[in-house]
């Protein structure tokens, strides 16, 4: 039996094949472009199904017939289709800052009590909700066309199928979906002017939908009979590659954006300033995440941009016997921060900077600093009441020993790699399994599928050195809180 995860990344779509026994077959990748301008963040839908479709057809060639394609996709994104499934507009995406007029309306009107009560969170401009507003207001007519509104992995599987369907883990992140209840919310959708019709049918991320349709099949190489089962949200898929699907489990991603996520069984909801999401977990149970903006984005922006070097691992070579004994700081903001500031406003700065500053100490500052902004968001998850003791890590990131071993030392708890490297792919292709029958959940998949093959446990010395900067690092952000807004700009 053979699955197809495939990943609606931001930047690309990344397939991989995958058999039974976990190994994958083959591997592509196939990118489109982002149209940025003034805070702006967009990308034209058929760009992703035209990437994707090709990406399907040179995947497929020479093997046996798939059984089931599944996927993960970038979270947030509003794609808008008129009655005849023409795009309205391009797709607004998770990183366009353009909705802060929204969401004050949002938060401070409709009120955090009303959403956290209906959508278990609150109002960021990355999320959907606030989106379909700003179309509203600035695109009436554009508006007044919408017949179905959906996520960016939603668009693929609809291409795919036919079916008008998204799923629970990847609607967590509309602000529009009751996630105690996992239904959509009435009293949201009636605040946006929507109604039921015009939002998809929900399902778990292992259900399939259905199967590829004639023309679908005709155009991607894909068979007929082949499930097209519905995935999820990048961070729930991008656990299960990850086997983090058991309550207390955590995962951090070392992306564009990082992120903290914690499995669990039970629902539960973040009632404090903060911005820890409560989300619908892939498996068809919850999880908590916190999001900082420029993790391995700040680590491109500082190697690419600055140092005009792709050399990572060369930049990084003296670094192992300096952990913890760095003083110069670096705030992770160059996209404003979601978690727990939730500050558009909020920007890069290094401090502490002397005349003995190296070049070295600033590439560690930056590693150091994206690691203390996912301290906090540990800290906000730990005051909710879970317990953590390891993480496993993936995303671009990981890929550094040192990096994994500051995580480690920041976060003080063993940081896992294991032997999956392909991250949301991985875990789309996992559900697809399930979704064909090959097993009967996906925590029976990934027992069977992921393990562990290295382990960075904290260096105490190094650890207590970051316990204490830790502590200055946090009174940095306040200082300068009030600055980043006078600069003004988003």
């Not at 009560?117 to 109002?123: D, L, P, R, S, V």
């Not at 509203?136 to 939603?154: G, T």
Request: glycine share 10%; charged share 20%.
């Amino acid at each position: 039996m053979l699955t197809i995860g495939i990943d609606i990344g931001t930047s690309a779509v990344k397939l991989l094949v995958m058999d039974k026994s976990g190994q994958v077959i083959r591997t592509t990748g196939r990118e489109y472009p982002i149209y940025y301008n003034n805070g702006h963040s967009e990308q034209n839908p058929s760009d992703w199904w035209e990437q994707t479709a090709c990406g399907l057809r040179e995947i497929t060639q020479g093997l046996e017939p798939i059984s089931a394609v599944s996927f993960s996709g970038q979270m947030h994104g509003l794609v808008a289709l008129d009655e005849n499934d023409n795009v309205l507009r391009p797709a607004i995406l998770w990183n366009d800052q353009r909705t802060q007029a929204q969401c004050e309306f949002l938060n401070k009107i409709i009120g955090r009590e009303k959403l956290l009560a209906n959508a278990a969170n609150i109002a960021l401009t990355g999320f959907t909700a606030p989106k379909i507003l700003w179309m509203r207001d600035n695109e009436p007519e554009l508006f007044n066309k919408i017949h179905k509104i959906m996520l960016p992995k939603d668009y693929i599987a609809y291409m795919l199928s036919g079916v008008f369907a998204t799923d629970y883990s990847d609607a967590s992140g509309t602000l529009l979906l009751d996630v105690a209840r996992k239904d959509w919310s009435c009293t949201l959708l009636e605040i946006m002017g929507l109604s039921r019709a015009q939002v998809p049918a929900l399902y778990h991320s292992y259900q399939d939908v259905g199967t590829v349709t004639a023309k679908a099949a005709e155009e991607t190489g894909l068979p007929v009979t082949a499930k097209v089962v519905i995935g999820g949200g990048d961070q729930a898929v991008g656990a299960i590659g990850t086997g983090t699907v058991k309550s207390g489990t955590c995962s951090v991603s070392l992306g564009t954006s990082g992120v903290l996520f914690v499995a669990a069984d039970d629902f539960a909801v973040d009632t404090g300033p903060s911005a820890i999401h409560s989300f619908c977990h892939a498996t068809g149970r919850y999880h908590m995440m916190g999001v900082t903006l420029a993790a391995a984005g700040s680590a491109k922006w500082w190697h690419e941009d600055i140092l005009l070097t792709d050399d990572y691992e060369k930049e990084q070579s003296t670094m192992a016997e300096s952990l913890g004994k760095n003083r110069l700081f670096y705030l992770p903001y160059l996209s404003g921060e979601r978690t727990p500031h939730n500050d558009p406003f909020a920007r890069g700065a290094f401090i502490g900077m002397s005349m003995t500053t190296t070049r070295s100490d600033m590439t560690q500052a930056v590693m150091e600093g994206v690691a203390y902004s996912i301290r906090d968001i540990l800290v906000r998850v730990k005051t909710l009441g879970h317990t953590v003791t390891a993480a496993r890590i993936i995303g671009g990131g990981a890929k550094s020993p040192v990096w994994c071993q500051i995580i480690a030392d920041v976060l003080r708890l063993k940081i896992e790699k294991i032997n999956a490297t392909e991250g949301p792919a991985f875990g789309a292709a996992i559900l697809a399994m399930v979704g064909a029958g090959a097993f009967e959940t996906v925590e029976e998949a990934c027992d069977k599928l992921i393990r562990v093959t290295d382990v960075y446990s904290p260096n105490q010395t190094a650890a207590g050195s970051y316990d204490i900067n830790y502590q200055i690092y946090t009174g940095l952000y306040m200082a300068l809180a009030d600055s980043f807004k006078e600069m003004g700009t988003v």
